[in-house]
């Protein structure tokens, strides 16, 4: 099982913003980083550290951390952004990586 | 432009060994740490190992620990990954990825080499 734990599935009416949690009690520690994977394609790095952005990243992604949670946040959702979303850090004792188990995030 | 390019995937029995490599360009390979991380088929990320830039730390999760073995040749701009004693459930998508800073953020992956394992 996974140290990281994300809502299965989320979804967004067009335009509008949507938040995707991250839960875990190696994040009162690390900070997350969160990846965007379409179907059929490798993950893409949307944000890293406290809230960085990739260059290509447009900045409706943004991200934010606040005890044991961290959150992505898409301000203005586009169709593009449908796809799933998987975070990741380092578990409790720090030497491991650890992934979420994913958030499918569906635009309406 | 950096890419990674994963091969060496297919259909191995369970039980046998199967190697993969990871030919890395577009930036200078042995100054970052690097990792494979494998995605089954409908399922999520799962991180299998990592290694730093002079392969001095490695790490490996769990479920392979003792079976895999991660390595990297920096002369030749690659990364492999020697899995023993394959089992069902190793069956996925392995991916490289380049590791940003030594901060386990993975900022750029590779496209991926499928690994079956069934009789």
């Known amino acids: 099982s996974s140290e990281l734990t994300q809502d299965p599935a989320v979804s967004v009416a067009l335009g509008q913003t949507v938040r995707i949690t991250c839960l875990g009690d190696?994040?009162?520690?690390?900070?997350a980083s969160w990846y965007q994977q379409k179907p059929g394609q490798a993950p893409v790095l949307v944000i890293y550290?406290?809230?960085n952005r990739p260059s290509g990243i447009p900045d409706r992604f943004s991200g934010s951390s606040s005890g044991n949670t961290a959150s992505l946040t898409i301000t203005g959702a586009q169709a593009e952004d449908e796809a799933d979303y998987y975070c990741n850090s380092r578990d409790s004792s720090g030497n491991h990586v650890v992934f979420g188990g994913g958030t499918k995030l569906t635009v309406l | 432009e950096v890419q990674l390019v994963e091969s060496g995937g297919g259909l191995v029995q369970p039980g046998r060994s199967l190697r993969l490599s990871c030919a890395a360009s577009?930036?200078?390979?042995?100054?970052?740490?690097m990792h494979w991380v494998r995605q089954a088929p409908g399922k999520g990320l799962e991180w299998v190992s990592g290694?730093?830039?002079?392969?001095?730390?490695?790490d490996y999760a769990d479920s392979v620990k003792g079976r895999f073995t991660i390595s990297r040749d920096n002369a030749k701009n690659s990364l492999y990954l020697q899995m023993n004693s394959l089992r069902a459930e190793d069956t996925a998508l392995y991916y490289c990825a380049k590791d940003k800073s030594g901060s386990y953020t993975f900022d750029y992956w590779g496209q991926g080499t499928l690994v079956t394992v069934s009789s």
């Open positions: 577009g930036f200078t390979f042995d100054d970052y740490a």
């Open positions: 190696s994040l009162r520690t690390y900070y």
């Open positions: 550290g406290r809230n």
């Open positions: 290694i730093s830039w002079n392969g001095g730390t490695i």
